[in-house]
């Protein structure tokens, strides 16, 4: 064999090799995009859209981070979501929650933080400077209570409480804390058809079953229409 050929051959095997070995780095890539695309993924909830409670809370402290008291905390719960579920079927209720994710979307905008903490309870960080607030809540009041119709034409009354914290009131930036004066103020205005905004006292209110109960002095904004 010619030197030519010897060295033509040593090169096709070289080549072979390097192929060879660059195709489980190449499977790798590939399995690491479709891994990253499938977690990021999970950062949203698959019914409503919204992030997750891990991905909201990242975000969410960053928010609270960066504008401060001009933050506001917003707590939502379904009301008589049970009666709709079993009234109407669990297709019912998941349109309903998929209504209440649109519409807090709709309402809070791309740069909020809105997540879909389980089952009808939802939680919304914005940017919200204290002389909109009283506005912006009675808006988020009447979008929650309108009508929500179902794929078969049925119509279904709809409804949230909404309790809502800010760090000027309360005092700190701290999300958990800012989130349990919130929980809180809603369950002040539980079934009201009032947003209810955290006093410093809904702070100082003991949890019971990681929820929180009692009523102190409240400050109510927004009547539903």
Do not use: C
Not at 149 to 178: H, K, W
Not at 184 to 211: C, E, M, Q, W, Y
């Amino acid at each position: 064999m010619s030197s030519l050929l010897r060295v033509q051959g040593q090169i096709g095997q070289r080549t072979l090799l390097l192929t060879t070995a660059a195709l489980p780095l190449t499977g790798w890539a590939v399995h690491a995009v479709a891994l990253h695309k499938q977690l990021a993924k999970t950062r949203r909830d698959p019914l409503t859209g919204l992030l997750r409670r891990d991905a909201y809370t990242a975000r969410a402290r960053r928010l609270l981070a960066r504008h401060g008291d001009d933050t506001a905390v917003v707590m939502i719960d379904a009301d008589r979501f049970k009666d709709i579920n079993d009234g109407l079927g669990h297709a019912a209720g998941d349109t309903v929650l998929a209504s209440i994710a649109a519409r807090l979307t709709a309402w809070a905008g791309p740069r909020a933080a809105i997540g879909r903490l389980g089952g009808d309870e939802f939680a919304v960080v914005l940017q919200l400077t204290a002389d909109r607030r009283e506005q912006r809540l009675e808006q988020l009041v009447r979008m929650l209570h309108t009508p929500v119709v179902l794929d078969d034409g049925r119509t279904v009354d709809v409804a949230a409480s909404v309790g809502a914290a800010t760090p000027n009131v309360i005092g700190v930036r701290d999300l958990a804390q800012l989130q349990r004066a919130a929980d809180a103020a809603l369950f002040d205005g539980k079934h009201s058809g009032h947003a209810v905004i955290a006093t410093a006292a809904h702070a100082t209110v003991p949890s019971i079953n990681g929820r929180r109960s009692g009523r102190p002095g409240t400050a109510v904004w927004g009547r539903a229409a």
